[in-house]
Structure formats: structure tokens, C-alpha cells
């Protein structure tokens, strides 16, 4: 019988199949390491294949597609749903299988090479930045115990530094200097590897007409236009900007029923890297309607009634649903005072 519809579950090294034919019945249920999937797949007449969006799967899906099959990534989360009972490979792979022929079954956009090498800078920027917030804060504990301390920010970890080069100071004992140098070395060599990730990202976003339109909204910086444009795939696949502000995870959290709503806090669902550009740049742009609220009326009078940080959440949404209308339908941001005016 003709396989129609696999259920694939990827793994590292043993990969299971649970394939289905027309008539739904299971005609294929079988293990395979890694280096037999794709002669596999290969041997088999086009079909439908699911998949669940984890790692490599985007990998697994373009080589399938090569192949001539249709392959569909699907949350894990919402496969779960179909895990009649237990959990092991098999079962795993008979629930992507039926998942994937859901009619309201959302999926996941493949994406290409190299927007996962654009996305992948971005992934090793942020961890390079959190070795060097430890590395700081390494410094300054280690100098602490010793006496030395300074102001928070970067002229204090200049004073820092510049105690830790000084050999004539008898603050530092011999083997805590030695010590300390090695880590001043690697805070230098996270700053010039920082610098030069942060140029190719810079350089990219300068290339990309879509990055350079979604940077005139403000509090979307080069860094949060590049993040948006490598991740949005394909901006049809949301119906609206809110669709796209609750993939992120930016509205309330719904606990509702008998007709009543009760809305929590935000869901924190979709990426997280996305979100937390969006409200670190929601509180830059809050920061400046402070100094000057004649030009951000609607911010100034949200401030009144809310607190900052609900406020900072509510422009971080607005933010998503601009920057979705900019991609979906082209054009630039306008500030409302000129949108008003055209």
C-alpha cells in the first residue's frame, strides 16, 4: 500500500517512523538511524510528513522537501494533545502523524540556512553577553574582598581594571593579580568578539530592506529589526498584528468561562529572545516620553493610570503589531501627529 501521511520523530542517532496509507491504516512502524533516513524517505513515493519544530527539525525538513515531500512542523506542545498514553518514540511519532492531518492544527514555517545563520548571531551575541556580565561581576566580587570597589557602569570597571594593570599597587596580592589579569584577558576578548558579531548584524540589516523598515519604528533598534525579519518567516502566516503579539507571548494570559473573562499576565509564550528586545525597547521609548510628554501623548496618559512597567508591556505589544503591518503590507512608521495629517 502507498504510504499518504508519516508521523517522524527526530532524535540525535534513532529516528521512528509511523507511516499510514489512504485508507488509514498503519503500514509502516519502524526505527532508523540517522544515516538511513534520508535513503529511506528517498525510496518512497511523495507523502505528507509531520514533524515536531525541535531541534534540527528545520534541518530534516528542507532535505525532505528535496526529496519531493511535504513536510509540516508542528508545535511540540500542541502534538502533545495527541499522546494517547506513556511516552516513547513510537507514540511520539504515531501523534505527529495524526497532528499533522489536523485541519486547526497550527505549524511552524520552515526556515532556510541562512536565516537560521542570521538568527544563530544573534543566539551567540546574547550568550557572549551573559559571560561577560559574569565575568564582571567575577571581577568586582574577587576585588571586593580586597578592598578594591567602584561605581557601578563603565568608568567604575575602568577604575578596576586599570588597579588590576597596575603592578605597583600592594593592594593585589602576587597570585590574586595573576589571577585577575586572566580574567581581564577574557573580558577583552568577549568585548572584540561582541564587536565584530554585532558589525555582521549591523551590516546584514543595512542589506535588508525589510530590517531597515521595521527600524523607523521606535524602540526597534538594527538589533530588533534583524531578530524580527530572521525569525518572521512569512508575516501571512499571521492573520493580524495581534496574532503576531500573542505568538510572541505579549497579551494576557486567559483563564476564562461561563462567559466570564479573567484576564492574568502575559502568556510568555513563542520567543522569548523577541520579547525581551521589544520591552527593553519599550522602556527606552518610556524613558524619553518622561523627559518630553508633549510628544508621546498616549504614553503620558497611559503613565497616569498605570504603573511602568504594565505600561512598558502595552507599548511592547503595540510595537509587535506595528512591526507585523510594516512586513505584511510594506511602508514605514509614521509618528500618529503625521499619519493623522496625510
Not at 497579551?251 to 461561563?258: C, H, I, L
Amino acid at each position: 500500500m502507498q504510504i499518504t501521511t508519516i508521523g517522524l520523530d527526530i532524535a540525535k542517532n534513532v529516528f521512528q517512523v509511523h507511516g499510514i496509507d489512504a485508507a488509514e491504516k498503519v503500514v509502516v512502524r519502524k526505527q532508523l538511524r540517522r544515516g538511513q533516513v534520508l535513503k529511506f524517505f528517498a525510496a518512497l513515493a511523495p507523502c505528507l510528513v509531520g514533524m515536531e519544530a525541535c531541534a534540527s527539525a528545520h534541518y530534516w525538513a528542507r532535505e525532505l522537501r528535496k526529496l519531493g515531500h511535504e513536510v509540516r512542523l508542528m508545535p511540540a506542545k500542541d502534538v502533545k494533545a495527541y499522546v494517547k498514553r506513556n511516552k516513547n518514540d513510537a507514540v511520539d511519532a504515531e501523534a505527529g502523524c495524526e497532528a499533522v492531518r489536523r485541519p486547526t492544527m497550527r505549524f511552524v514555517e520552515v526556515k532556510s540556512a541562512e536565516q537560521q545563520g542570521r538568527l544563530m548571531q544573534h543566539r551567540t551575541r546574547d550568550l557572549l553577553l551573559r559571560q561577560r556580565t559574569q565575568l564582571i561581576n567575577a571581577l568586582r566580587a574577587h576585588l571586593a574582598e580586597l578592598g578594591s570597589v567602584a561605581a557601578q557602569g563603565r568608568e567604575g570597571l575602568k577604575e578596576l581594571l586599570a588597579v588590576i594593570a597596575d603592578e605597583k599597587d600592594d593592594r593585589l596580592p602576587i597570585d590574586a593579580r595573576a589571577s585577575l589579569i586572566v580574567l581581564a584577558a577574557q573580558l577583552q576578548a568577549l568585548q572584540t568578539m561582541i564587536g565584530s558579531i554585532e558589525k555582521r548584524i549591523i551590516a546584514q540589516h543595512r542589506a535588508s530592506e525589510e530590517s531597515r523598515r521595521v527600524a523607523t519604528v521606535p524602540g526597534i533598534g538594527t538589533l530588533g529589526a534583524s531578530a524580527i525579519t530572521a525569525t518572521v518567516t512569512d508575516p501571512s502566516a499571521f492573520g493580524s498584528g495581534r496574532d503576531f503579539a500573542a505568538w510572541i507571548g505579549l497579551v494576557p494570559r486567559q483563564d476564562s468561562t461561563g462567559g466570564k473573562q479573567k484576564l492574568g499576565p502575559i502568556s510568555k509564550q513563542g520567543d522569548r529572545y523577541l520579547r525581551r528586545i521589544l520591552v527593553v525597547g519599550a522602556h527606552s521609548v518610556l524613558r524619553r516620553a518622561k523627559q518630553t510628554p508633549e510628544k508621546y501623548p498616549w504614553l503620558t496618559q497611559l503613565l497616569a493610570r498605570r504603573p511602568f512597567k504594565v505600561v512598558a508591556i502595552a507599548l511592547a505589544n503595540k510595537m509587535a503589531r506595528v512591526a507585523w503591518a510594516l512586513l505584511a503590507k510594506g511602508g514605514t512608521y509614521r509618528a500618529p501627529a503625521l499619519a493623522a495629517a496625510a
